[in-house]
């Protein structure tokens, strides 16, 4: 299985910004981003399938974060913009099983995950 490694965590005050970083140890069908708050379950948060760039938000991220890829590093992004007190929570990276999804990726869908790495935003 890849390995895989998140950074670029942190506290950022409401409305800031901040970028993760997921680093593959090789090339996977497609990955993703997943959250847990304390007390939640981990829920799905944005992903990318590697060939065609085909990315996939959930609703309460839409227009704020946004994923990409560079294909030369096996490292997905994301970008976190006017976050909100709610986006606090550990994010992890997964590496998805599938080049492409026909519906919203659930965790099932993925075979091998990041350690996490925390963001917390003041309100």
């Known amino acids: 299985q890849v390995q895989l490694v998140e950074s670029g965590g942190g506290l950022v005050q409401a409305g800031g910004s901040l970028r993760l970083s997921c680093a593959a140890s090789g090339r996977t069908f497609s990955m993703g981003w997943f959250r847990q708050a304390p007390g939640k379950e981990r829920s799905f948060v944005a992903g990318?399938?590697?060939?065609?760039?085909?990315?996939y938000y959930a609703d309460f991220v839409k227009g704020r974060f946004t994923i990409s890829k560079d294909n030369a590093k096996n490292t997905v992004y994301l970008q976190m913009n006017n976050l909100k007190h709610e986006d606090t929570a550990v994010y992890y990276c997964?590496?998805?099983?599938?080049?492409?999804?026909?519906?919203?990726?659930?965790?099932?869908?993925?075979?091998?995950w990041g350690q996490g790495t925390q963001v917390t935003v003041s309100s």
């Open positions: 997964a590496a998805g099983m599938t080049s492409y999804w026909t519906r919203l990726p659930k965790l099932t869908d993925f075979n091998s």
């Open positions: 990318v399938t590697w060939s065609e760039g085909w990315t």
